[in-house]
């Protein structure tokens, strides 16, 4: 390992890279992440220009410097200034790929795509760490094939390479053995590669570690603050030690309450303590007065038992609200002990508060009939594992909030009423491994609410858990079944508004008072908030604010474009940094959910939801609300979850097969963007039969932008989602695949698979004079030739580059910028390739001008034929002496088999022609209408003929045509009507 490069990296990437980038060159906000050969990328910024480029390197990391290679294709038609999305060549090897824009004259920066980025290390428990430990890091790309990871220690001149198990580790996250000869004491950074582009590979985890000794965790906790309890060998019978002046009897009846404070107190006094109760059941008294406790709790003492249902804490019944057990007690911790909370009222059993650290519950039981079991923040450093809790109806389980390094892992949780609050406003989260089961009936009463509520957390992770339902019948629909949820920042903390005036660090609104409307709470709070442009200069920018005064913010790190007054700001609480993956959701109304929530950062991986809700993402714009809320959608990844509804039970909307971002609004919505980098990939959605949940809310995916009333909005320049990306998404027995709306701008479908689904592409509108999402691309494209920059290169990243015979040229006269203009002798050969033999479905796209004048009688504007009828293959071909053109077929079943003709194309005016073939059907389409559909004999398909494709010609040359042809496009799939008809509107 070079370390002083490896020190350097980041000032090294900038002076290589300086000379690339002009003083008004394009800026680069956002990238897609992660993405292998053939995927799509997004890319998200300021000062594209008009006519934006992507460019590409493959990076290794012996290069002396990072420079633009291959130009990308850009696949959107650039509707929405500050997006382009583009390919990586499918041919390409997979990665480090750097990426730049340019506007045609500067270029960007370079941004990268498969770059290791941790963000947390969550099953520490803390920000310490001792030598040998095993732990993981949780992010993105932290493995990428054809590579092994690594991990450094890094401190000073200093760095000591860590372990990485790679069978244990996967994109997502690394196992990792700390190395040995750490320093206690002694903070060290974090440095983190996948093995791609050396140096230029390299990020380091947000946040240093400390280190310290290996010593005893005497209860076997397994966190390196397990070792901070030394009084573990100081342990009191609570029924017998002599050094106890008062004794607990444990027989369930006589109150304990005061014996077991005494054993407390004295526990404490001796600088820790472990408190044994023998097999027996210990009553604790309910408080007198409201807000009162039983047992006040201590630091240093930790109860221990003879097992979770042998030795019991029992609180039994007051009248006044108040609590069993409660304090600020540090390293504090249940062992192999029960607590029962029989209350009938809102009392609490346990509350730990006021910032208590170092607390633990082990092999421990707690229950409650109505009350509420367990309440622990704001306090750090918390461990909950392999335990047990249970509510009756009414109860309210658990209650884990405002915390930091918490792991909630290996827990049965059985309830019947409001959600698992573990995580909610918390920071360092990890809940893994739990069973969380709900019944759903109990004497005919309906429970209500959800499972875990992870809302305005920072850095979470939901990994491996199995959430399901007990009971006869389905549970109640509304609001319940809320499984992993994030659910509703503090609407007084929000707010909306104009820039009046910024510098690279700050954003001044003379118009607010966040002081005392407290709209930004002081920073001394403790919460996080975000301020983010979402229209004008600088949209996409989203920046933490440090600190503010009354009207202005002061934001971390500066600015890369200073907004202006044209800008329009949010600020918002936003759950950041969140890993939900490998979670099994069965019978729940509602799935994962992030609603009215914004929203920055987070992946929801291969989960599995079975006749369960939605993953559902809605934001809200609300303008006329005090103060105003507006829900953003940062850099999101939903890839790989299976959703299934066979049992047909719940029909809401969030409860149907669906995976979905919507944007909710007022009735009139603000002028600004909700949803940046959004993909969904690779997911899949089955739907019952017959299936019921058709139009816009039906089951599938996606992407809309509604008002209250579940309408579309009908401004389409309004631009509410920007660039989502649906790619290798399967559908099953949806009517409809993907359901967008106005207001879904530069939405790229890629690579659909499609079973009993009606049609790919329901696009809802106010109107029928146009689709309602904006510059929509989609397909899976095995050829595309654009002819922009006067080339003849395939632009579908298949690398189908074409041939020039016989010198054809290329004009300005294009429904682009550039078509190919034949004048009867050029023409265009594109070598035999693999993926343009189309066998059994394939749609044919194009742009036609031309006249009958000089032109041959069976002129071929596109042919991957001989003049063979048996020889299988196809062509478009002149009808004769006619103006029309037909899809020749010549199949094992029969040969020219010429199909639904497409008139009065020769006219010379340019014209859209489309076929589809699939199904034993052939529709022709122009200008984005469909002409005719015909039958016709399959035999054994197309089949691989060897042959070239040839544009402007038949076999060997012959048949030339004569005019102007453009926008040449193949798919290996027959598209639907209205996958046609964006075609025809966006060239």
């Known amino acids: 390992m070079n370390l002083p490069r490896l020190l350097r990296v980041g000032a090294v990437q900038a002076l290589l890279l300086v000379p690339l980038v002009a003083q008004s060159a394009p800026t680069v906000f956002r990238i897609t992440e992660s993405a292998a050969p053939g995927d799509i990328i997004g890319v998200q910024g300021d000062g594209f220009g008009t006519n934006p480029q992507v460019w590409f390197q493959r990076v290794v990391g012996t290069e002396p410097s990072l420079s633009p290679q291959t130009r990308l294709t850009v696949l959107n038609a650039n509707e929405s200034p500050g997006f382009v999305s583009a390919r990586i060549p499918a041919g390409q090897t997979p990665g480090l790929y750097a990426i730049w824009v340019s506007d045609g004259s500067n270029f960007s920066a370079p941004t990268f795509v498969n770059q290791a980025r941790a963000w947390g290390t969550n099953d520490l428990c803390g920000l310490e760490v001792d030598s040998g430990r095993v732990f993981r890091l949780f992010g993105r790309n932290l493995s990428v094939a054809g590579a092994t990871p690594a991990v ?278 990890l809940l893994e491994d739990n069973v969380l089961t709900r019944t759903a009936i109990l004497n005919g009463q309906t429970t209500e609410s959800g499972g875990f509520d992870i809302s305005m ?34 609407n007084t903390y929000r707010d909306v508004g104009m820039t009046t005036s910024a510098t690279a660090t700050t954003l001044t609104d003379s118009s607010k008072n966040w002081i005392y409307d407290r709209a930004v709470p002081d920073i001394s709070s403790g919460h996080r908030y975000h301020v983010s442009i979402v229209a004008g200069p600088g949209t996409g920018q989203n920046r933490l604010v440090a600190s503010n ?130 993909e969904f990939r690779n997911n899949s959605i089955t739907a019952p039969l017959p299936n019921q949940n058709t139009g816009l809310a039906g089951e599938g995916f996606g992407v809309l932008a509604l008002m209250d009333n579940g309408t579309p909005i009908a401004d389409s320049s309004l631009v509410q989602t920007l660039g989502v990306i649906l790619q290798g998404n399967a559908m099953t027995n949806t009517t409809d695949g993907v359901h967008l709306t106005t207001g879904a701008h530069d939405t790229i479908i890629w690579n659909a698979i499609l079973s009993n689904v009606v049609s790919l592409v329901l696009d809802s509108k106010i109107t029928t004079a146009a689709a309602a999402s904006v510059a929509t691309a989609f397909g899976e494209m095995t050829g595309w030739w654009s002819f922009e920059g006067s080339n003849s290169d395939d632009s579908s990243g ?116 489309a076929f589809t073939v699939g199904g034993g059907k052939v529709k022709s389409y122009k200008n984005g209408v469909l002409i005719a559909t015909h039958s016709y004999n399959h035999g054994a398909g197309l089949l691989p003929n060897g042959l070239p494709l040839l544009i402007g010609a038949s076999h060997a040359g012959g048949y030339r045509f004569k005019g102007k042809i453009d926008e040449v496009r193949l798919f290996a799939n027959a598209l639907s009507d209205a996958q046609i008809v964006q075609l025809y509107q966006n060239p």
């Open 457 to 490: 957390c920072d850095s979470m992770v939901v990994l491996n858990n199995a959430i399901g339902r007990d009971g006869d019948g389905a549970l109640r629909v509304n609001n319940d079944g809320e499984t992993i949820m994030a659910q509703g920042e503090y």
């Open 152 to 429: 450094y220690f890094v401190q000073g001149g200093t760095s000591l390479a860590a372990t990485v198990t790679p069978a244990n580790s996967d994109a997502y996250m690394l196992e990792v053995t700390a190395p040995t000869g750490l320093t206690p004491g002694v903070a060290y950074d974090i440095h983190i590669r996948n093995g791609h582009g050396a140096d230029y590979g390299e990020t380091t985890l947000p946040y240093s570690l400390t280190a310290r000794l290996s010593t005893t965790d005497p209860f076997g906790l397994g966190v390196p603050w397990g070792a901070d309890f030394p009084f573990a060998a100081n342990v009191y019978n609570v029924t017998n030690d002599p050094r106890l002046t008062l004794h607990a009897i444990g027989n369930g009846t006589t109150d304990d309450a005061p014996a077991i404070q005494h054993a407390i107190n004295v526990a404490n006094a001796a600088g820790g303590g472990v408190l044994y109760f023998p097999t027996g059941v210990y009553k604790i008294l309910g408080p007198a007065s409201t807000n009162a406790a039983s047992i006040g709790l201590k630091s240093n003492v930790v109860f221990k038992g003879d097992g979770a249902d042998e030795s019991i804490l029992r609180i039994t019944e007051t009248s006044q609200y108040g609590f069993g057990m409660r304090g600020p007690a540090s390293q504090l911790g249940f062992v192999d002990i029960g607590v029962e909370n029989t209350t009938t009222g809102a009392s609490w059993g346990v509350k730990i508060d006021n910032n208590a650290s170092r607390i633990f519950v082990l092999r421990s039981r707690f229950e409650a009939d109505a009350g509420k079991v367990l309440a622990i923040g704001p306090c750090s450093r918390i461990l909950i594992k392999d335990s047990t809790f249970i509510t009756g109806p009414g109860g309210e389980q658990l209650y884990l909030r405002n915390n930091r390094d918490l792991v909630f892992r290996n827990n049965i949780v059985n309830w019947y009423y409001t959600r698992v609050r573990v995580g909610q406003e918390s920071i360092r989260t």
């Open 549 to 678: 005064t009354a009207t202005t913010l002061t934001v971390s790190p500066a600015w890369d474009v200073i907004p202006t007054s044209e800008s329009r700001y949010v600020v918002s609480h936003q759950v950041q940094r969140v890993l939900v993956k490998d979670n099994t959701l069965t019978e729940n109304p509602q799935g994962i959910m992030f609603y009215v929530h914004s929203m920055k950062d987070v992946a929801v991986v291969n989960n599995v939801l079975t006749d369960n809700g939605a993953v559902w993402l809605r934001m809200r714009d609300r303008n006329s609300a005090t103060p105003p809320i507006y829900d953003i959608c940062m850099d999101t990844l939903i890839s790989g979850n299976s959703t299934t509804n066979t049992l047909n039970w719940y029909n809401s909307v969030g409860s149907k097969a669906r995976m979905y971002v919507e944007v909710n609004n007022v009735s009139t919505p603000t002028a600004g963007t909700h949803i940046f980098g959004l």
């Open 798 to 913: 298949n690398e189908n580059n074409a041939i020039q015979i016989d010198n054809p040229s290329f004009s300005t006269d294009a429904p682009t910028t550039r078509s190919l203009s034949l004048n009867g002798t050029g023409y265009l050969e594109v070598p035999e390739a693999k993926v343009i033999t189309l066998i059994n479905e394939m749609t044919i796209s194009l742009w036609v001008k031309g006249s009958t004048t000089g032109q041959t009688g069976y002129a071929r504007l596109l042919s991957k034929k001989d003049l063979s009828t048996t020889d299988p293959g196809w062509s478009i071909q002149r009808n004769g002496s006619g103006d029309g053109f037909a899809l020749r077929l010549d199949t094992s079943a029969g040969g020219n088999q010429l199909k639904a003709t497409i008139p009065g194309v020769l006219d010379d005016q340019w014209h859209h022609i």
